[in-house]
């Protein structure tokens, strides 16, 4: 079980589960069983992926460019989706 964890085997086993989840939300939105687009679904799920992603690489021996990098597309995305809800959270406050 020691060698599973530190493969790296472990994350591609969590990013497939990502992958089946975000097939799920996007599945149950089309059949207006979710009320999160598809696209709300993909900034919702991306910076994690992504961190995985980067902790994979620096278990697999990447350089360190590609880590950095890694993390700071995590790092956007993340800011993407934050000013996402907080647009929508003003939105809905300025409604109500």
Same mark, same amino acid.
């Given at each position: ?8 085997? $472990?994350?591609?086993?969590? /990013? =497939? +589960?990502?992958?089946?989840? #975000? %097939? ?8 207006? &069983? ?11 799920? $991306?910076p994690?992926?992504? /961190? =995985? +992603?980067?902790?994979?690489? #620096? %278990? ?8 950095? &990098? ?26 109500g």
């Amino acid at each position: 079980m020691s060698e599973f964890f530190t493969s790296a085997h $472990a994350i591609d086993l969590v /990013l =497939l +589960l990502i992958g089946l989840e #975000a %097939l799920g939300l996007i599945v149950l939105w089309r059949k207006r &069983l979710c009320p999160l687009s598809p696209a709300s679904t993909l900034l919702i799920l $991306a910076p994690g992926t992504c /961190l =995985l +992603l980067a902790s994979r690489a #620096a %278990l697999a021996g990447a350089a360190w460019s590609v880590i950095s &990098l890694l993390f700071l597309v995590a790092l956007i995305i993340h800011l993407i989706d934050l000013r996402q809800r907080w647009r929508e959270r003003q939105q809905s406050n300025q409604r109500g």
